[in-house]
Each structure stands twice: as C-alpha cells, then as structure tokens.
C-alpha cells in the first residue's frame, strides 16, 4: 500500500501580544535570527531577495540553507519559499512558508503554513515533512516564548 503524505503543515499559535509586536518578530532580520536559530549570513527581508543563513540552533549548528522572500504584507501576511529540512539537495522543489496574523481578544492568532510537499522528489519527502511537522511546533513556541520575553 502506497505511503500518502499531506500537501501542507499547518500550526497555529495564539501569542498575548500585539499583532505590531509579533509582526516585527517575524519580519525584522535581528528579532527572526534570535527567535529561529539562525544567522544571516546575506541577505534581506525583502520580497525577491534571496538569503543564505547559517543555522544556530544546536541540533544542527553551521548548516548553511537559503530562503526566498515571496511576499510582505504588514502587519498581517509574510511569506517564503525554501527547501524543507536540515539539507538542500540540488535542484529539490521548494515548499511556500507563510505566517498570517490575525488581531484577537487576547492578542494574535498566527498561522503558520508550509505547503508543497507534493512537488519535492519521492525520495526527500517524507524526511522532510516529518522534519518540518516536529519543526514548526517547535517554532511556534520559540515564537511565542521570544515575544513574551522581549516585548
């Protein structure tokens, strides 16, 4: 029987902040490298711009990735496009990460979306879905937890 992998990960977060506060989280060069675990190496928070990062975090420190900006739409939609998971394999299809920000009663509901898994190779998709299902939970709360101590 065929292993059927989902097209998209989805997380939400509900973070007791301002959507203005968690929007300069997610798109300021310096408060994203903090929360995420990386250091951008070039590169800015620009739609078209290509970045290349190095990993921080210690499960996978000095790896070197890359993401593109798609689009910014303050203070309520930001998004990318990368290769999902620790490595880029040469000419792999890339997946659209997207963040929305929606104002609530307590603060800001964020979703968190990658979509596209469908379009990666057979043989590195499963390793990177269940790479970025375990990934994306622990970003939203690194997220969250940062907002909450740097507000």
């Avoid at 675990?37 to 990062?53: D, N």
């Avoid at 997207?98 to 990658?114: C, D, M, P, Q, R």
Wanted: proline share 5%.
């Amino acid at each position: 029987m065929p292993l059927t992998i989902s097209d998209r990960i989805e997380r939400q977060i509900e973070i007791a902040a301002p959507r203005d506060r968690v929007w300069r989280a997610i798109t300021t060069e310096s408060e994203f490298e903090r929360w995420f675990g990386i250091r951008i190496k070039s590169g800015k928070f620009q739609p078209g711009v290509r970045l290349e990062v190095l990993t921080t975090h210690p499960d996978f420190a000095g790896i070197v990735f890359h993401f593109t900006i798609v689009e910014m739409k303050a203070p309520e939609y930001f998004s990318w496009r990368w290769v999902p998971g620790a490595l880029e394999p040469e000419g792999e299809a890339t997946t659209l990460v997207e963040f929305t920000l929606e104002e609530t009663k307590n603060g800001t509901l964020v979703k968190i979306k990658e979509s596209g898994f469908d379009q990666i190779s057979l043989g590195y998709r499963a390793k990177a879905f269940e790479d970025n299902t375990g990934g994306w939970e622990h970003q939203a709360k690194s997220l969250a937890n940062y907002v909450a101590q740097n507000r």
